[in-house]
């Protein structure tokens, strides 16, 4: 039987259905979740996703701003505009679309956001709080599978959740996200890494698989076990001359092969990716709420 294809734009969905009452309530108390993004240059997936935020935005009813810097900005330029957004309290979000320009250090960058508005959830205090099962904006992407798991029907609690990559943005906030003792979460984790011997020992012992390599079919089916649920995080770009963009997008898992054997999959496009931006909104109005205490 083939697996079920849980679909992170119907999830997204219904999560911005809750969002837009959640943004009319603060309103009803004069506050309007304000969300300030920092684009350096005209990077075109950048711009993509910057655009993609924007009207997400607009959708739930969050005030969104733009500042759109040359592609030839200073590190002091970018941080001055992160510290003006920080001041400014029509914003109760802050991001800075990565990747910044090669001359820029990234983590001076997001280190000088202001914790309580870093709504991507990369600022090493959000992180370390993650950690200890404080309340933080979480990173959106761990952020956003773990809702579509519980969502879905397929709850990490009491799984064991194999999870393949160790990257900052997802593997390592995924794992400490779903080893918390609260619900939607206290699973069993593992992490394999381009470290680990004998990847398909572990990953045949997944009740919930998660792939986040950055690597085109990486995970076969011959690693999937019957009945698994897989997250596929990955997005990459494959050669595809039938396509009029000359590529498509897949994610890390060979799809077809694995979709005969799992109990759930995700698509690329369409699974992780949506949950990505909502949870982003999610974060914009968690922080509104909090200064709203």
């Known amino acids: 039987m083939a697996a079920k294809i849980i679909s992170g734009k119907e999830v997204a969905a219904s999560i911005r259905e809750e969002l837009k009452e959640r943004v009319a309530a603060l309103k009803k108390k004069g506050i309007t979740p304000g969300l300030g993004v920092i684009l350096v240059g005209e990077d075109p997936a950048s711009v993509s996703y910057v655009t993609a935020k924007a009207k997400g935005a607009e959708e739930v009813g969050i005030f969104e701003e733009t500042v759109h810097l040359p592609a030839e900005s200073s590190e002091e330029e970018i941080l001055k505009t992160v510290d003006r957004l920080n001041r400014d309290p029509r914003f109760h979000g802050v991001l800075v679309q990565l990747p910044l320009p090669k001359w820029v250090n990234t983590e001076k960058v997001i280190n000088y956001i202001s914790p309580e508005k870093d709504v991507d959830g990369f600022h090493p205090i959000n992180l370390g709080k993650l950690l200890r099962g404080e309340p933080c904006p979480l990173p959106c992407t761990p952020y956003g599978v773990q809702q579509m798991l519980v969502r879905s029907g397929y709850s990490p609690e009491g799984k064991h959740v194999v999870i393949c990559g160790r990257s900052n943005i997802v593997g390592k906030p995924l794992a400490a996200l779903l080893m918390q003792k609260k619900p939607g979460a206290n699973a069993t984790v593992t992490i394999c890494h381009t470290g680990t011997p004998d990847l398909k020992k572990f990953t045949l012992q997944a ?44 994610g890390d898992c060979d799809f077809e092969a694995i979709k005969e054997k799992a109990a759930a999959i995700t698509p690329v496009p369409g699974g992780v990716g949506p949950m990505t931006v909502t949870m982003l909104l999610m974060n914009t109005i968690e922080a509104a709420e909090r200064m709203a205490l």
């Open 207 to 250: 009740e919930i698989l998660v792939a986040a390599m950055g690597a085109p079919k990486a995970i076969t089916a011959d690693m999937v076990p019957e009945g698994c649920v897989v997250i596929d995080v990955g997005v990459n770009r494959v050669p595809d001359p039938n396509s009029p963009k000359g590529f498509k997008l897949v």
